[in-house]
């Protein structure tokens, strides 16, 4: 069983009503934003409609809070609930009624703005968070959809907002998709076919390059822009699409720098040992210690671990009157003194080509005072260096 977005519109209440003739069994789902006068009245019809062909019907007309764009914000918060629904009640996923109009309108829009997608135009099966998504109407127009409501004596209703040719997508619609005729369209369609087969060669050829989400930064270097930004936007690039010109600057920064800590979302791009990928950047950390015992019990997840105590770099002998004793992420100033001089922190990062990833969350340790008196991988300072130290602190 489906479950089918419907809005009200001819789009929507055509598809809805070609799967009751065809048998398909489906369920419905409408989202009233209450964000035009038509909403309440729209939701009704609706509930008469599925009440009267015996469909499940569910309808989320919640109040909506939003930031900036409405439509995105609009589009994010019903997909979200749609989702939900198909994983509580197991449907096989979710029908959208797109047709053909939207798809040429999405590429010419993906020209104007001279993006480079990932797909051009719409796709007729997509995935979102594990989720099937089916346009099965992108073969059909907006004027056959139309007809098929008319003809059937279907109730739809048209958004009025959809007139408003100062939005980018309405002035497209109404001035150049609308008046293309079947030629135009077809020839459309085989450009847009052309590019997509392009791309999807290239996303596959170049997607061998990836190895457990890792780049070769070298291999990466050798391959032309066109590759390379197909590459990157399948590193980066899970449920967002990311604008050219981001992609671009991204790209700028593996080409010159090797190292480099490039903030992606919710994740950052990283460098390590010749290769980038993702990961989730960590927040500064603090964990503070009153006891030896208390130390050698930490077992929580962190950038570090804590081992028993054995000669090393990563050693440490303390005293009573060391603690409170903290373990926490180095700070632009952190220095210590060592046997041979004090050395500053961010100098032993620099001299021993610490990624920058690592840099913000490597360990070191402090006494009561809030003197450094470890560093992993540099060593303790003078005062608390033995042949028998207590513990071992690693840094992941």
């Known amino acids: 069983m489906w479950l089918v977005a419907v809005s009200a519109g001819p789009d ?8 009751l003739e065809e048998g398909i069994p489906c369920a419905a789902a409408h989202v009233n934003y209450h964000h035009r ?23 989320k007309n919640d109040p909506f809070a939003y930031e900036g764009n409405f ?16 994983k509580e009640y197991g449907y096989r996923g979710i029908l959208v ?11 010419f829009m993906q020209e104007e703005k001279n993006l480079v997608p990932s797909w051009y135009g719409l796709k007729e099966e997509m995935m979102y968070q594990g989720v099937l998504v089916k346009r099965p109407l992108l073969s059909r127009t907006k004027k056959e959809l139309l007809e098929y409501c008319e003809k059937r004596g279907i109730r739809y209703f048209i958004d009025s907002t959809n007139a408003d040719e100062s939005l980018s997508r309405n002035r497209i619609r109404r001035q150049i998709v609308e008046p293309l005729s079947r030629m135009e369209r077809d020839m459309i369609r085989r450009e847009i076919d052309m590019k997509n087969a392009e791309a999807s060669e290239r996303s596959c050829r170049v997607g061998t390059m990836i190895h457990e989400g890792r780049v070769s930064l070298a291999k990466y270097r050798a391959l032309s822009e066109a590759d390379r930004l197909a590459l990157l936007r399948k590193v980066i690039e899970t449920d967002k699409h990311f604008s050219l010109s981001f992609v671009k600057q991204t790209d700028q920064v593996l080409m010159k720098k090797n190292d480099f800590d490039l903030p992606v979302n919710d994740l950052h791009l990283v460098q390590e040992d010749g290769s980038f990928f993702k990961v989730k950047p960590s927040e500064p950390y603090a964990y503070t210690f009153s006891s030896l015992e208390e130390i050698m019990r930490f077992k929580e997840k962190a950038p570090f671990a804590v081992e028993e105590g054995k000669p090393g770099v990563n050693a440490v002998t303390v005293s009573e009157q060391d603690f ?12 210590i003194t060592l046997r041979f001089g004090t050395k500053k922190i961010h100098r032993f990062f620099i001299d021993r080509h610490i990624p920058l990833y690592k840099r913000r969350i490597w360990p070191v340790v402090t006494d009561r005072q809030g003197r450094i008196i470890l560093v992993p991988g540099l060593g303790c300072d003078i005062s608390h260096f033995s042949i028998s130290p207590d513990f071992n602190v690693l840094q992941y």
Do not use: G
Not at 74 to 86: I, K, P
Not at 100 to 106: A, K, Q
């Open 71 to 86: 439509e995105a914000a609009a589009r994010e918060w019903r997909y979200e609930w749609f989702v939900s629904l198909v």
């Open 324 to 335: 409170p004793l903290t373990i926490r992420s180095p700070l632009p100033s952190d220095s």
């Open 37 to 59: 006068k038509e909403a309440d009245e729209e939701e009704t019809y609706i509930r008469l409609f599925c009440l009267q062909n015996h469909i499940q019907l569910y309808v």
């Open 12 to 19: 929507s209440m055509a598809l809805l009503n070609m799967c």
């Open 97 to 107: 009624a797109h047709h053909e109009d939207d798809l040429i309108e999405t590429y």
